[in-house]
Structure formats: structure tokens, C-alpha cells
């Protein structure tokens, strides 16, 4: 399937889909382009909204760089991190997999979430005055948390049951 196709189906199955995805063999090459393109889409959703604000004292070619720098230099950095973190939590609580399946897990659902991130960004506009923008943002954090869990989760147990560690790159 295409990953248009794959991110579609991840909105009923993501733990199907992170199994074959596992089960087909992913590289670091692919997993890091799943998370610069979503770093990419978050950022190119929020630029318009961010060089808005500029002002005298913050002119906007400054914000667009700071907003770029952190969206494409320290984002991928702290989502590498917090897969790091959940590798480890995972371990703790006795599951079996590999930090590659951490990171398929935590980069394919930022991957997928990203249709909900510019609907959260644009959505509040077409909203009634006086509705919060936390009425789309709430429900996509939670459908993020549940994918990213769902898949975590999936890889851990299958880990766990085949007895070995994570899954293996068929794409060296």
C-alpha cells in the first residue's frame, strides 16, 4: 500500500498497520524521512500563522527562522529522544522489543497525524465565535497518544511472543 493509503487505514487499524509495516522491514533512512516529512508539514501548517505576529520588535524573517530551526533542527531531535524514553519504558515494564520499533511506532504516527495537525490549525477559523481551538486540538493529541501507544504496544507484544528482539531491516 501507499503511504497515503497507510496513513487512511491508520485512522481505524494503526496497530495493523505498524505490523506490516514492521513485518515488511523499515530502515533509520525511512523512518528519519517519516519524521522530517512530518516535521515539514507541522512547520509549513504553522509558518503562515507564526510570521503573522511579527511586529517592529520581532521582524518576520527572525520568527520564520526560529520557527524553522526549531521545527526542522530540534523537533526531530526531542521525537528521537522521547522514542528513546519510551524504548526504555517499555523495557521497564517487561517488554521485548528494539529501539527501532520504538521509533517505527512514535515517527509513523507523527507521520499520520499530520491531516489533524492542519485541521487544528485551520479549523478554529471556520469554528462559531467563542468555540476554543482546544475542541480539534484535544481529540487529535489523544487520537495521536492512542496510535502511537497502539503501535508501540503491538510491536512489544510481538517481540515478546516471538522471544527475539524488535524486528528485523529487510532494506539495508
Known amino acids: 500500500m501507499g503511504v497515503l493509503a497507510d496513513i487512511a487505514e491508520t485512522y481505524i487499524r494503526p496497530a495493523r498497520v505498524i505490523r506490516r509495516k514492521a513485518a515488511r522491514g523499515v530502515s533509520e533512512r525511512q523512518l528519519l524521512a517519516w519524521l522530517m516529512a512530518a516535521s515539514l508539514i507541522a512547520l509549513l501548517a504553522r509558518l503562515p500563522g507564526v510570521t ?99 503501535g508501540l504496544g503491538a510491536l512489544e507484544i510481538d517481540a515478546a511472543r516471538r522471544g527475539r528482539q524488535g524486528f528485523t531491516d529487510n532494506r539495508s
Do not use: C, N
Open 52 to 150: 503573522a505576529r511579527a511586529d517592529e520588535t520581532q521582524p518576520r524573517e527572525a520568527l520564520a527562522a526560529a520557527a524553522i530551526i526549531a521545527g526542522l533542527l530540534f523537533a526531530p531531535l526531542f521525537f528521537y529522544a522521547l522514542a528513546a524514553i519510551s524504548r526504555l519504558g517499555a523495557w521497564l515494564l517487561g517488554g521485548r522489543g528494539s529501539g527501532q520499533g520504538a521509533r517505527l511506532a512514535l515517527f509513523w504516527a507523527l507521520l499520520a497525524l499530520q491531516p489533524l495537525v492542519i485541521a487544528a490549525i485551520y479549523l478554529p477559523a471556520l469554528l462559531p465565535a467563542g468555540l476554543p481551538a482546544y475542541l480539534v486540538t484535544i481529540p487529535a493529541g489523544l487520537w495521536f497518544l492512542w496510535v502511537w501507544l497502539a
